[in-house]
T-cell receptor, first 113, second 113 residues
Framework: AAGVIQSPRHLIKEKRETATLKCYPI?????VYWYQQGPGQDPQFLIS???????DKGSIPDRFSAQQFSDYHSELNMSSLELGDSALYFC????????????FGQGTRLTVV | ELKVEQNPLFLSMQEGKNYTIYCNYS?????LYWYRQDPGKSLESLFV?????AVKQEGRLMASLDTKARLSTLHITAAVHDLSATYFC?????????????FGKGTHLIIQP
């Protein structure tokens, strides 16, 4: 079965650079979530989209923005990167037709140097 | 603010033993999730618990939910080394929609031969 696809899997950026992470949800899933997981930490909810509209906002810094496109893929844009942004970034998708259970992608490991 | 507390945070046990991980949450929720995470990997969904008294079992793992006590347990029976991982519980705030999940800090489980 198709899973959530994230790209790239690994990304190295310098401080103050920008980064764009992409997420392709499971087909026919209408909701996308972004999470940030620092080393040894639990995942922290950043933002979610339902039917291409922003739905819920968590602890997303102002330097980050995200959107969901007409084909339901989503992108997380991160600017003015800081060392503390180094983390695993997960995308998850869900559908009310499947009980809204969230399925996670493999993650993007971002390292800021 | 929803708080999710797991205990213990670290657990080292021998193969063949039984143990229970506890997850308390601070406000009403309509669903509770258990995830497994291997180091540097994605979050694998283990159980989704939707109602009071729900009990689900998969292999050596059994999860239960008491919504009145706001408590979920993950019980491990006759542990084997392959179950070594970090286990997270996560809670979805009542009302559903595209709310992000709030995770516990995770239980780092090491099962020794």
């Amino acid at each position: 079965a198709a899973g959530v696809i994230q790209s790239p899997r690994h990304l190295i950026k310098e401080k103050r650079e920008t980064a764009t992470l992409k997420c392709y949800p499971i087909p026919r899933h209408d909701t996308v979530y972004w999470y940030q997981q620092g080393p040894g930490q639990d995942p922290q909810f950043l933002i979610s989209f339902y039917e291409k509209m922003q739905s819920d906002k968590g602890s997303i810094p102002d330097r980050f923005s995200a959107q969901q496109f007409s084909d339901y893929h989503s992108e997380l844009n991160m600017s003015s990167l800081e060392l503390g942004d180094s983390a695993l970034y997960f995308c998850a998708s869900s559908s009310e037709w499947t009980g809204s259970e969230a399925f996670f992608g493999q993650g993007t490991r971002l390292t800021v140097v | 603010e929803l708080k999710v507390e797991q205990n213990p945070l670290f657990l080292s046990m021998q193969e063949g033993k039984n143990y229970t991980i506890y997850c308390n949450y601070s406000t009403t929720s309509d669903r509770l999730y258990w995830y497994r995470q291997d180091p540097g990997k994605s979050l694998e969904s283990l159980f989704v618990l939707l109602s009071n008294g729900a009990v689900k079992q998969e292999g050596r793992l059994m999860a239960s939910l008491d919504t009145k006590a706001r408590l979920s347990t993950l019980h491990i029976t006759a542990a084997v080394h392959d179950l070594s991982a970090t286990y997270f519980c996560a809670v979805d705030i009542l009302g559903g929609g595209a709310d992000g999940l709030t995770f516990g800090k995770g239980t780092h489980l090491i099962i020794q031969p």
